[in-house]
Every structure is written in C-alpha cells, then in structure tokens.
C-alpha cells in the first residue's frame, strides 16, 4: 500500500498563488507517473494534471496555463503550482500514484492509493 501524503493547501485571495507537494512513500516514485485530482463539494474527484516518469505532462482545459505540474525525482517529490486561482479551483486537492500511456493520446491511469488530500480555499 503506497502511503501519499499531500501538503501546502491553504486559503489564497483570488489571483494568487499555491505550490502543492507530495511525496509517495517506498521506491515506487521512480516508476509511477504521479497525478494531481481535485474535488470540490457535491462534485465527483477530477484529474487536473498528470506527469509522466520521463516528464509528459497533461492538464486539465480548466486550468492550462495556470497550472504547472513538476517532479524532483531526487526529493522522490510532485509538485503543483497553482497560479492565477480562482474560487472554481477551492477543493480538496489530492496526488496519486499510477501510470500513464502517450501513443495515441496522453491518459493517465490512477493507482489505488490516495491521502487524506489537502484544502485549497480561493476567497477574498
């Protein structure tokens, strides 16, 4: 069982900045693409970025251009900056383990394993 823990989240004015890390427990960093989702209230969880072993990304429409998805594979860290927030972005963000394929399209496939997730809050 991959232990996830995520951390950063907090409450931001709309147009500021967070900076999300997650750094899945045992070896299977090096070997896993890692994801980002987010649920907000009364919504099912989504995939808002993706990133592959060799560094392919994919993001969601809703936040291309905002969004930066990175990984330290020496800190066995994922990273997600989150630039220009607004209040459509407050959820509970949470990173993931899994695999990804890129010969037709990009997908990324989640692992079984999430963490407790952290809440980022846009609000003036």
């Known amino acids: 069982q991959v232990q996830l823990v995520e951390s950063g989240g907090g409450l931001v004015q709309p147009g500021g900045s967070l900076r999300l890390s997650c750094a899945p427990s045992?070896?299977?960093?090096?070997?896993?693409?890692m994801g980002w989702y987010r649920q907000a209230p009364g919504k099912e969880r989504e995939l808002v970025a993706a990133?592959?072993?060799?560094?392919?990304?994919r993001y969601a429409d809703s936040v291309k251009g905002r969004f930066t998805i990175s990984r330290d594979n020496a800190k066995n860290t994922v990273y997600l900056r989150m630039n220009s927030l607004n209040p459509e972005d407050t959820a509970v963000y949470y990173c993931?383990?899994?695999?990804?394929?890129?010969?037709?399209?990009?997908?990324?496939?989640?692992?079984?394993?999430w963490g407790q997730g952290t809440q980022v809050t846009v609000s003036s």
């Open positions: 990133i592959g072993v060799g560094g392919t990304t």
């Open positions: 993931n383990a899994g695999s990804m394929t890129t010969r037709d399209n990009i997908s990324y496939y989640p692992g079984t394993s």
């Open positions: 045992g070896s299977i960093f090096r070997i896993s693409a």
